[in-house]
Structures are given as C-alpha cells and as structure tokens.
C-alpha cells in the first residue's frame, strides 16, 4: 500500500471514531431526555395584598441557568436544587441546607448540576425595616452574615411553612402571622450582629384579652396590624403576646372563631357554599378542609348528625353516612 492510500485510510478510520463518538454522544442524550421527560418544570410568582413588598417565587424541576438582578433583597431556600451560584466576583456552592443571600444591585447567575427545586423569598427593604424595628435594636445596621450560609432545621421549617401558607385562600391575618414568625429567626440567624430571639417573661394580660376580645367579636376579616393597633402592641409584640396567653397563634384562633359561626349557620339550614362565604373562607373546599381538621366530620356530615331516638346519656350523636361523594363532591 502506497503513502498515499495509507493516508486516505488513516482519515477514515479516524472520521468513523468521531462519527461513533458523535452517536455515542446523541443516544446518551436521548437517554437522558428518556429519564428528565416526566419532570416538566414549574415557576410560580406569588404576591398578596395582605403582604404589600412580598413576593415569593417557587421554581420546580428547574434545569435552567438563572440570570437575575433582583432590586429587593432575597433569601433562596434550595430545596432539591444543586449547583454553583456566581456572585459577587465568586462561585458560591448550593445545595438543601444552605440558603442564598441576595442584595438588591447585585447580578446572580445560577447554574445547576441538574434539575431541581428552590423557593425565594423577596423583600422590600421597607418590610426589613420594620422587622427591626420591632425585634432588634435601634443601632443594628441591616447586613447579610455571608451570601451563602447554612440554616438550622427550625428557620428551615419556618420558611416552608410560611411557603406552605403563602396561598390564595389564606387569610391575611394567617399570612402576616407566618411571615412575622419566620423573620424572628431569619433575622438572627443570616443578619449580621443580630441578636438572638428573646423570651418573654410575661404577656401582657390586658392587651392579650383585648385581642381575644376584637377576634370573638369582629374576627372575621381583622387582620393582624388592625388587631395589634386594637391592643396597643406592635405586630411582634401582639403575636407573641397572644400565642402565649391562649396556646395559639392568632389566626389559628380566628380559624376557630369562623368554625363556631360555620355550625351555627350550618344548623339552619344554610349550605355549606353559602357557609364558607359567610365566614371569610376563600371558597367551599377551603372551608371544608378546616372544618374537617377541627371537627374530624365534614360540613355535610356535621348537619346531618342526628340524636339516636333511644336517647344517649353519654353525650355522643351518631353521625349520618357520608353520602357527599355521590351528593356533591366539592364538600370534600
């Protein structure tokens, strides 16, 4: 065989190598596009006029590179979400555990190792005032510990709570109550030179009472500024004050306060539709899941409860089968 003929079949033997790897490269995407096809991503923007400079965002499966310049300051929780986050001249490994802390001017470039799932919490500075305000004192100057640090499990299960309840159904007074819990740790745990949360000696029985009193009486819609106002407290003091005194938050009570109209209403004949409209509840499931929760029946069945004719001296009524799903399945 000739130099030249040797030459021609060197190129070739080397153009199948780069087609082979070419194929090789193509079948290990399609295989990879095989096990990512079942996860379609999902970002959901979330605001409430109960919390004016609030936003939250949940992205889902997300596999996208993040370029963001957000104007708030934020705080991104990963929940499955892995990779590098570019800020501040650095890489910054992310990962569930540690949380991300953005300053409004500052470019963040995100890229993942893979799909995966994060939540972000954006504030208006004038939210973070506040806060301050009422928890720390006058001198702290507003400064994130580090950009990337690590949260403790509790202010972790307090951001998915307050995620959790960030809804559309949710009462203001539930969301604001959230919110305010989690900033007691958000800010001692990731603001610089924060002091930690203290405890309370005492609630101040006058207010807590005062409180208790404006939910029994208009607790429908108050929500948690106009109950505080009420009893002369600032939000965080007014929060605090009332889960001490009576065991729960106050939209936890106010949940209880609308269930008690609910079954009087419920005992005239009223259905529960017109119920849950009646009682501030954002639509007939909503109402429902929480009479369920409270009560261990629904609605339906609560109206249908009948006293056995034998009488009962222990108290207990008999409760009527459910007949909801064939009736009307949105009681569920």
């Known amino acids: 065989m000739d130099s030249r003929a040797a030459g021609l079949l060197k190129r070739g033997t080397r ?6 790897a070419l194929r090789a490269g193509l079948a ?31 992205a889902q499966n997300s596999p996208r590179e ?16 892995r990779g590098g986050v570019h800020s501040r001249g650095r890489i910054h490994p992310g990962e569930p555990g540690l949380v991300f802390c953005n300053t409004p001017g500052e470019v963040m470039v995100a890229h993942p190792a893979e ?20 928890q ?3 001198s702290l100057k507003f400064d994130w510990t580090a950009v990337m640090q690590p949260i403790s499990a509790r202010l972790r299960s307090r951001f998915c709570e307050f995620f959790d309840a960030f809804e559309p159904a949710a009462s203001a007074m539930h969301v604001q109550s959230r919110l305010l819990e989690l900033s007691e740790l ?15 000696a005492g609630p101040p029985l006058g207010a807590a ?6 939910l029994n009486e208009e607790g429908l819609h108050v929500d948690l500024e106009t109950l505080a106002k009420h009893a002369g407290l600032s939000r965080f003091q007014a929060l605090r004050a009332f889960k001490q005194r009576y065991g729960l938050p106050p939209h936890a009570y ?12 419920l005992l005239t004949g009223a259905s529960a539709a017109e119920v849950a409209a009646a009682c501030g509840f954002a639509d007939q499931s909503h109402f429902t899941r929480h009479f369920k929760r409270l009560n261990g029946v629904t609605p339906m069945q609560y109206a249908r409860a009948e006293v056995p004719s034998y009488g009962n001296k222990s108290g207990t009524f008999r409760v009527a089968p459910d007949l909801s799903d064939t009736l009307q399945r949105s009681d569920r």
């Open 15 to 20: 153009r199948n190598s780069q087609i082979r």
């Open 28 to 58: 290990q995407n399609a295989r990879m596009a095989v096990r990512t096809s079942g996860l379609k991503e999902i970002v959901d923007y979330r605001r409430s006029t109960a919390l004016p400079g609030v936003q939250v965002v949940d």
């Open 66 to 81: 993040w370029r963001v310049a957000c104007p708030d300051f934020a705080v991104v929780m990963f929940r499955t979400w």
């Open 115 to 134: 799909a995966g799932s994060f939540s972000v919490l954006e504030l208006e500075f004038s939210v973070i005032e506040q806060w301050l305000s009422e």
């Open 136 to 138: 720390q004192p006058s």
């Open 186 to 200: 958000l800010i001692s745990e990731l603001v610089r030179s924060a002091r930690a949360p203290r405890r309370v």
């Open 209 to 214: 009472a005062r409180m208790r009193e404006c």
């Open 254 to 265: 106010q949940i209880c306060v609308r269930i008690g109209h609910a079954k009087t209403l």
